[in-house]
């Protein structure tokens, strides 16, 4: 399995930015898939995530302000973020649940500044 987060960066609060994540691999599916994030010190933190049937879940600090979506022609999950605050700084990872093992790719960053 291999994830390949792209898209942070450096943004102003109430930016925008769209994370892409490539996933390549068998035996998963994008359904499977999640955004976590990482604030240097703290713990990881599940974001964003797809629980079946097409519906989504998030975490509260971020509803109504991300959304989580799929091509799967592409292979490929995104995280659109818009209203960006200075607490969304971290690094977001994408990842995927396959059985009891949890894979996670590269991180990508992403900097809003107040």
């Known amino acids: 399995v291999q994830l390949q987060a792209s898209g942070g960066g450096l943004v102003q609060t109430g930016g925008s930015l769209r994370l892409s994540c490539a996933a390549s691999g068998s035996g998963f599916s994008l359904n499977q898939m999640a955004w976590h994030r990482q604030v240097l010190g703290k713990q990881r933190e599940l974001v964003a995530t797809f629980t079946g049937g097409g519906r989504t879940n998030y975490v509260d600090s971020v509803k109504g302000r991300f959304t989580i979506s799929k091509d799967n022609a592409k292979n490929t999950i995104y995280l659109q973020m818009n209203s960006l605050k200075p607490e969304d700084t971290a690094v977001y990872y994408c990842?995927?649940?396959?059985?009891?093992?949890?894979?996670w790719g590269r991180g990508t960053l992403v900097t809003v500044s107040s």
């Open positions: 990842t995927v649940k396959i059985g009891y093992l949890d894979y």
